[in-house]
C-alpha cells in the first residue's frame, strides 16, 4: 500500500487490496444514497422558503426523514404496467439509467490520501488516465435509459419525451464537452486526482509583505468554460428550466408517465444522482476538487490534510446544488424551439471560439515574448470586441398577421395555431369588426365636421 503523499496518484490506486475497494465501493454506495435523500428534502425546504411556506414539516426532526419515508413508501405500491409496453426494454431502462448513475462517480476525488486502519488510502475509488472520458461515457449511456423508458411504454407521450430528451441530452453534451477540452489544455492530464492537483500549485502573489499562494481555479482562470458547463449541465440532466423531457403541461410526465412503484423510483433516484454527479465533476474540474478555498488554506495549512476533504468537497456540492435548485423556483421553462437554438448556436460557436482563443494564448506564452505576447492578445481581444459592437443586428423578418398565416396554407392542409399561440378571430368576431367599422368612421367624420 502506498504511504503517505498528500495528493494521489495512479499508482495509489494500483497497489489497493481487493477488501479495501471493497469498502470505498459500499461507501460510495451508501453517501450517494444518503445524500439523495438528503437533496431531495434540501430542495422541498430550499423551495418552500423562496416561496415562504412551511415544507416538509411532520416526519421526523423538522420533516428531514420525509424524503426516507417517500423511498420506502414507493417500492410497495401497486405497479402498472401497460399492456402495449415491450416487457424486456421497460425494465432495463430504469436499470440503466441508475447504473450510469452511480458508475460515473468511481472516477471523482472525495479527498487526499488519508490513514485507513494501518494502511494509507486515497478517498477515491479508482482512476485512470482518461476519468474524465469515462465520466462522458457514463453521462452518453444515460441518455439510453431515457429514451428506450419512452419507446418501450408502448404510449404517445412517453414516447415524445424519450425524443426530445435524446435531442436535449445529445446537444448540451456536445457544449458541455468542448468545455471540459479547456481543462485537459490547461491542466495537461484527463485524470481527475491529477486536475485537482494541478489547481493545488497555485499563483504566488505579495500582498502586505507577504507572499501569498492562491489556488489555480479553473472557474477564474477558464471562467466561459466554467459558465457554459453549468449552463450545460442542467440541461444535461434535464432539471428547471430546461425540464422539456418531463413538461407536465404538454407530456404529463415525460419519458417516465407510465412508470410506478419501484421503477419509478429509479428514475427519481436516477435524476438527483446525476444532479450530485455534475456538481461533483464541476468541483473536481473548476473549483479546486476537495481542497479548501484559498482564505482557509492561507490561514490554516493543515485543511487539505486527513479527512477534512470531505468536508471542503461536500460544501462546494452542496452550493452547487443550491444553484440546481434556485433556478428551478425562479426560471419558467423555456420553449423548445428556444432551448435547442441556443444550445447550437450560442454555446457551442462561443465554446469553440474561446477554445482557440486559450490554444493562441497557449502557443504565444511559449513561443513570444512577453511583450509581444501581451500586444497579440490584447490586439485579438479588441478586434473581437469591435466586431461585437459593429456587426449589423440581424434584420428580422416582417411577422405576418394572424389572417395571413391562415391564408398562406396550402389548400386542404390541417389547420395548424400559429406558433405565437395566437387564435384566428372567430367569423361572428369578424362580422361584427366590419360591422362597427363603418358607423365609427361615421361618428368620426361628424364629430371633425
Sequence with gaps: MVAGALDPTLQTFENDYWWVTLIKLVAVFVIL?????FTINYERKVVARMAV??????VGPKGWFQSLTDGLKLPFKEEIIPKTADKVIYFIAPVISCTTAFTAFSVIPFGGVVSFGHYHTALQL??????VLVLLACSSLSVYGVVLAGWASGSTYPLLGGLRSSAQMISYEVAMGLSIVAVFMTAGTMSTSQIVEAQAQGNPFHFAGVTWHAPAWYAVLLLPSFVIYCISAVGETNRAPFDLPEAES????????EYSSFKFAMFFLAEYINMITVSAFATTLFLGGWRAPWPITAIWHGANTGWFGLIWFFAKVLILLFG????????P???Y???MRFGWKVLIPVNLVWILFLSYVKLANNEFSDRTKWLSVGGIVVVVLLIAMLWPAARKPRQLSVEEQVASRPPGSFPVPPIDLQVPPSPRARRAVAERAPATVGVDSEKEV
Design 33 to 37: 444514497l444518503l445524500l439523495t435523500l
Design 53 to 58: 411556506r412551511p415544507g416538509p414539516n411532520q
Design 126 to 131: 479508482t482512476d485512470v488516465p482518461v476519468s
Design 250 to 257: 404538454e407530456l404529463v410526465g415525460g419519458f417516465h408517465t
Design 324 to 331: 440546481f435548485i434556485w433556478l428551478r423556483a425562479t426560471l
Design 333 to 335: 421553462r423555456m420553449r
Design 337 to 339: 424551439d428556444q432551448f
